[in-house]
């Protein structure tokens, strides 16, 4: 436990180890409070408060990042949540709902996490704007759901979308569109924050611009940036004002997180009387789910705990199915008041993830970024509702986007929901290969999207394209090595095959 100090000759004790690591840490602080304080001047004078924000953000977090080491978990805390702190959705759901469902509908707003980019499906521009089904976007669905629940029940449910700078543009231009539907829209921008050198720790910009060679010096951080960005833009404010009291928040690309009114009933007229400021929807998980986040009662509270907090020796029984059998969703629905005496109070308290990124030149960056979901320890009465799998439909590869755009799924007002004709109530599991990763790759290799009420599972590998009428059922694996090719022609029917091997059809 001696640490040996170069060039003093002598080793040095613990006490004196720990003395010396917070002074480079005092140092290193005052380095990267230096580095920011010129970045700051170098914002045009209307951009000035808004920078200044969003660096004194970045500086409080660089901070708790130097404290914080190592997982942030004592894996022998970490309990199975009590029975009644995760309550089942058919209980919730049996309770029915009021007559007065409306006034209870004009509390609500729906928040959409829309800060990505549809780089990872080989588009340009943000996610949101990716069309999912018969030319709607994901933005297109959360409209016309909130439209057709305002028109049913004569409510005024606004649209809250978080955007990021990649994002906000973009979709401030689409939201003309949307100009006569019965939906107010707001938006609001999550901070921006500096990329550090991996080895220097210090901000990679130079300067405030973020355009050229300066965008990869900054990025979004993380869906936790949404309860400092959303107070500090004044929308907290406002709708409060106007009478709001909770928050559906969700990922929109997750095609399944729609307002359900049964949850809704359940946190304006609890069965005890008192509320919960924290709602998260959790759902039971499968095969493919094991890094998902899951609920555990650690130190008396409610806590999320994600697989980059589990130490190394812990990762397999963090993933192991028995003992943790649920995930977080990021369908969550929180108490507004809550939002802002938390935020007032600095009471906030997530953990820090640290992304690794390699810039396009080849230098190590590190973003650090944090987890609307881990803040649920920091509010009172949270709850776990075990929900559905349905209302988890994330779209984030083409294979989960072929599954939406299928006959599984029928399409009423906005929302997906399993079609009746499918036997079993289980998604198919499907793998496209990478000649299918980019959206116009994956539409250019589907002449129509095959028939798949009865398929279970879809593996496609290497240069295939699928004529018009297809229809998959069973087992289906089509495997084209390199420098072959695979035409499934039009209209055949593949049930429980295997397809190998080299099938042109060409035009006679």
């Known amino acids: 436990g001696r640490l040996f100090v170069p ?7 613990q006490d004196g180890a720990s003395q010396f690591q917070e002074v480079i840490r005092q140092e290193l602080e005052l380095s990267v409070k230096k580095e920011l304080e010129k970045i700051l001047t170098t914002a ?8 200044k924000k969003d660096l004194d953000g970045f500086r409080k977090l660089f901070h708790r990042f130097l404290q914080e080491k190592g997982p942030s978990v004592d894996w022998g805390k970490i309990q199975r949540p ?7 959705y058919e209980k919730i759901k049996a309770r029915g709902l009021p007559d007065n469902i409306s006034s209870v509908l004009n509390k609500l707003v729906v928040v959409k996490l829309n800060g990505g980019l549809g780089t990872s499906m080989g588009c340009k521009g943000p996610k949101s704007l990716i069309g999912v089904r018969n030319e709607n976007t994901f933005l297109d669905l959360t409209v ?9 029940y004569n409510t005024d449910v606004p649209l809250v979308l978080m955007n990021s700078f990649n994002t906000d543009e973009d979709t401030k231009k689409i939201l003309q569109k949307y100009s006569h539907c019965r ?19 210090l901000p990679v910009a130079k300067d405030v611009s973020y355009s050229g060679e300066n965008t990869e010096a900054w990025y979004p951080p993380g869906h936790g940036d949404i309860y400092a960005s959303f107070y500090n833009s004044g929308l907290l404010d406002t709708l409060i004002g106007e009478g709001k009291e909770y928050i559906f928040v969700s990922n929109i690309d997750n095609l399944g997180a729609t307002v359900d009114l049964y949850i809704l009933n359940h946190l304006m007229n609890p069965p005890n009387g008192k509320r919960c400021e924290f709602v998260m929807e959790v759902t039971n998980k499968t095969r493919a789910d094991v890094k998902g986040g899951t609920l555990t009662q650690y130190e008396g509270k409610l806590r999320l705990v994600e697989i980059a907090q589990v130490p190394k020796a812990h990762v397999d029984e963090f993933k192991s199915v028995s003992k ?10 929180i108490s507004l008041a809550a939002v802002k005496r938390l935020q007032e109070q600095n009471a906030i308290d997530m953990e820090i993830i640290v992304n690794p990124k390699t810039l396009d030149g080849g230098l190590n960056v590190i973003q650090l970024e944090t987890a609307v979901g881990a803040a649920i320890k920091s509010f009172e009465n949270s709850l776990g509702i075990n929900v559905p799998r349905s209302r988890f439909l994330p779209v984030k590869t083409t294979s989960d986007l072929l599954l939406v755009m299928s006959n599984l799924y029928s399409l009423n007002a906005g929302s997906l929901t399993m079609s009746e004709k499918r036997e079993f109530p289980t998604v198919p599991l499907v793998k496209l290969g990478s000649s299918f990763t980019k959206v116009q790759d ?5 002449e129509s999207i095959p028939d798949m009420l009865e398929l279970d599972h879809l593996t496609v590998s290497g240069d295939v394209t699928f004529g018009k009428n297809v229809s998959l059922k069973g087992t289906v694996i089509i495997i084209a090595n390199h420098g072959d090719r695979i035409d499934i022609p039009p209209g055949a029917v593949l049930e429980n095959k295997i397809v190998s091997g080299n099938l042109r059809i060409l035009d006679h």
Do not use: C
């Not at 060039?7 to 004790?13: F, P, Q």
């Not at 009590?82 to 089942?88: C, G, L, T, W």
């Not at 994956?442 to 589907?446: A, I, K, Q």
């Open 442 to 446: 994956y539409l250019r290799r589907f």
């Open 44 to 51: 045009p004078s209307h951009e000035f408060e808004h920078t």
């Open 144 to 152: 016309q759901q909130i439209e057709h629940l305002n028109k049913t």
């Open 183 to 201: 939906v107010k829209i707001y938006t609001f921008n999550q901070s921006r924050y500096p990329r550090i050198n991996k080895e220097s720790l």
């Open 82 to 88: 009590p029975e009644d702190s995760i309550q089942p």
């Open 7 to 13: 060039g003093s000759g002598k080793a040095m004790s």
């Open 324 to 333: 943790f059998k649920i995930f977080n969703t990021n369908n969550l629905w």
